[in-house]
């Protein structure tokens, strides 16, 4: 099957990126190396192309009730131009997939979902709109009408703020705005998978080369660089933001990945929530945990935490941190071994490798 790309490739090419298969989508993995760019976002500023994200629009009269049905998050918190981070859950309690919620009015919201999850999660939206009678709603992926690029970084706001005559200090964090950005109209949102300061930029797919090549140039004395997927990833475990397919699955709860905060468990109803309010009165089998690997080796995905020999649990995510200078991972552990100390083992090339367990996230921003 041919991969799908973005509008963006033949810039990725121009940089000599190296391009890879992710999930369906050719995508740049590295311009120069994992280490340069993760350096570059944490200290000056990085800059993605995530126009393989997916974006559901969602409006009508019922669009507030219908995305409370199917969100954990209290969707009617939210106000025109906030942000809000939920769930969908399986009925199992299950992750089906974490998105972000743009609402621009009780009556029009935004879904941005993981890239490989946007025909899964569309469906099942579809699905639960036909199994409620809702009468005045549409749902409608709209992924082709965007290309999304994010700029992160301490310089993020320097950078786009040249090009832009709306005062960026003024947009909080996780809200967004309409803005005229290299002389074209777009939203742009503060949110940021980097654990950095940064923003999101929604343009029209035909606007996505002129605006890349305008952030680089205007961005290229303070230091910005293209970023790939590798740094990206690093970027995001450093933080311990969740990569769906590792913190989350099908099989993992929200509240097992640490993200109750976006469990609204005393809202009137929505799918999965019976499940996580048992998991909270009968009390966890297993927690994430942050663990630094004390031993020689680099933890990976799936491999096996052991206590006195004993599986206790498995690596979600594992990399060589390049801004600590050492091997983290996150892990997914019985509840006795989560306390912050705890000694365990990762099998690591059925080696049994040394490991303490450590507070999330593992870094964050001054």
């Known amino acids: 099957m041919e991969l799908q790309h973005t509008p963006l490739l033949h810039e990725h090419q121009s940089l000599g990126a190296k391009m890879i298969d992710f999930g369906g989508w050719l995508m740049p993995v590295q311009y120069t190396s994992i280490a340069r760019e993760h350096a570059a976002t944490r200290t000056a500023a990085g800059l993605f192309d995530v126009s393989h994200m997916g974006e559901i ?5 019922d669009a507030l009730a219908y995305l409370n049905n199917t969100v954990t998050n209290d969707v009617s918190k939210l106000t025109p131009g906030r942000v809000q981070y939920a769930l969908l859950l399986n009925e199992q309690g299950g992750t089906i997939d974490d998105l972000l919620i743009y609402c621009h009015s009780e009556q029009h919201y935004l879904l941005v979902v993981n890239a490989s999850n946007t025909d899964k999660d569309f469906a099942w939206l579809q ?17 082709p009408q965007y290309a999304q690029l ?3 970084g301490p310089q993020a706001q320097a950078i786009l ?32 998978y980097t654990g950095e300061d940064g923003f999101e930029l929604y343009c029209l797919p035909s ?13 290229e004395s303070l230091g910005i660089e293209p970023i790939g997927l590798g740094a990206r990833d690093t970027l995001r475990l450093e933080a311990a933001l969740p990569l769906y397919g590792h913190e989350l699955a099908a099989d993992i709860s929200p509240l097992e990945a640490g993200l109750g905060f976006a469990c609204k468990l005393a809202k009137e109803r929505f799918i999965g929530q019976t499940p996580l309010q048992q998991q ?21 995905e799936g491999y096996r935490c052991q206590h006195a020999g004993r599986d206790i649990g498995f690596v979600a995510s594992g990399t060589q941190t390049p801004t600590l200078q050492k091997a983290i991972a996150t892990a997914f552990v019985e509840p006795e071994y989560s306390q912050l100390g705890t000694q365990i083992d990762v099998v690591i090339r059925d080696n049994p490798v040394s490991a303490t367990v450590i507070p999330l996230p593992f870094y964050k921003r001054a």
């Open 57 to 61: 629009t969602v409006t009508g009269t």
């Open 127 to 143: 699905q639960q709109q036909r199994q409620a009678p809702y009468s005045d709603l549409s749902v409608v992926n709209d992924s």
């Open 150 to 152: 994010a700029l992160q």
């Open 161 to 192: 703020q040249k090009l832009t005559a709306f005062d960026l200090a003024t947009l909080p964090y996780f809200h967004f705005a309409t803005m005229t950005v290299a002389d074209d109209e777009m939203l742009v949102s503060r949110t940021g």
């Open 207 to 219: 606007q996505a080369s002129h605006l890349w090549r305008a952030l680089l140039q205007q961005g």
């Open 280 to 300: 909270k009165e009968q009390g966890l089998t297993r927690r994430l945990v942050g663990l630094e690997i004390t031993g020689r080796g680099i933890a990976r």
